[in-house]
């Protein structure tokens, strides 16, 4: 890969990041994490580096993945960062709301580690 895709990933689960990590630095992303919403604004807010797409659960404590698409998208400079969801949840109407809070795609937990990087790979090209 001539450019690293930086990606941040959002979610409460230790073993989910864990395996987030595993599976994108092995396939040459620089990954950053945090452990929710709030985190996740924490550390965009105070982190000079720029990220390139970032994967978010939906549910999480303190700030859910719908509230923080919604809080990226309503600031400048995450309104065109490609934001794909990674959640357990699967249902219609779930993926709607993400959507309509500005999600860019979806994806269904567990993870199959080729798909995630073709998703990546697409909505950062």
């Not at 720029?50 to 994967?55: C, P, Y």
Request: glycine share 6%; proline share 2%; net charge negative.
């Amino acid at each position: 890969m001539s450019e690293t895709i930086h990606v941040l990933t959002v979610d409460d689960s230790a073993s989910m990041r864990a395996l987030l990590r595993a599976a994108l630095t092995s396939r040459g992303y620089e990954v950053s994490q945090a452990v929710d919403g709030v985190a996740a604004l924490e550390w965009l807010d105070g982190n000079g580096e720029a990220v390139d797409v970032i994967v978010t659960d939906i549910n999480m404590p303190r700030m859910d993945g719908f509230r923080l698409i919604e809080e990226l998208r309503g600031q400048a400079r995450f309104r065109d960062c490609p934001i794909l969801v990674l959640s357990t949840e699967s249902s219609d109407e779930k993926k709607a709301r993400a959507r309509s809070a500005g999600a860019t795609g979806w994806i269904v937990k567990p993870f199959d580690a080729d798909k995630l990087d073709s998703a990546l790979r697409r909505i950062t090209h």
